[in-house]
């Protein structure tokens, strides 16, 4: 398994797609994964340090773990099938493991509450990592993105996996400028 950070949640400012990207501690690899507009505020919320008026979801499970006596350990993205992406959230329940199947989309957002690693299994990264480069950050067509994204999968977890081009014509027509800002602060 390889460890990742939540490196970026990007946002097409024409599509309104997202894609959060996770980056390999030790390396240079990116795995992009397509979530909702919901899960993608969720997470980008708590980077930021920004609460709710009302509890999430994820912060809900969250409370819900703890009082039931559990703690999250970790997140793994175990799986990449049929171009839809899997995740398990793994809880220690006073000493007894415990794995859930979840979205990766949620299981991220509940990583980040819970400040637990996040690890990709190998063969998904080798399958779906790309490598961001210099020019990868600049603007490149929306059309060719927005044609390209249409023709994917409708899952909000699922690349396509056989022309993974989607995923740096999509990155590359988005704008992290606001984002990164609002993460410094």
């Given amino acids: 398994m390889i460890e990742t950070i939540v490196d970026s949640i990007r946002v097409s400012l024409v599509t309104q797609h997202r894609v959060v990207i996770l980056k390999e501690v030790d390396g240079e690899r990116h795995l992009p994964i397509w979530i909702g507009p919901f899960e993608a505020e969720a997470i980008a919320m708590e980077l930021q340090g ?13 409370t819900m773990i ?3 006596g559990g703690t999250v350990q970790e997140i793994l993205v175990t799986d990449l099938a049929q ?16 794995e859930i199947d979840s979205r990766p989309s949620d299981a991220i957002a509940l990583a980040v509450r819970t400040d637990v690693s996040i690890f990709v299994d190998e063969s998904v990264m080798e399958r779906a990592g790309v490598m961001l480069d210099a020019e990868s950050e600049q603007e490149v067509d929306e059309d060719a993105a927005m044609s390209e994204a249409e023709s994917s999968s409708a899952s909000t977890d699922s690349p396509a996996e056989e022309d993974l081009t989607v995923f740096r014509d999509f990155i590359n027509s988005l704008d992290l400028d606001d984002f990164d800002r609002k993460r410094e602060n």
């Fill in 50 to 62: 920004v609460s709710a008026a009302r509890p999430l979801p994820y912060d809900l499970i969250k």
């Fill in 66 to 68: 703890s009082d039931m």
């Fill in 83 to 98: 171009d839809v992406f899997y995740a398990r959230i793994v809880i220690d329940q006073q000493g007894r493991r415990v």
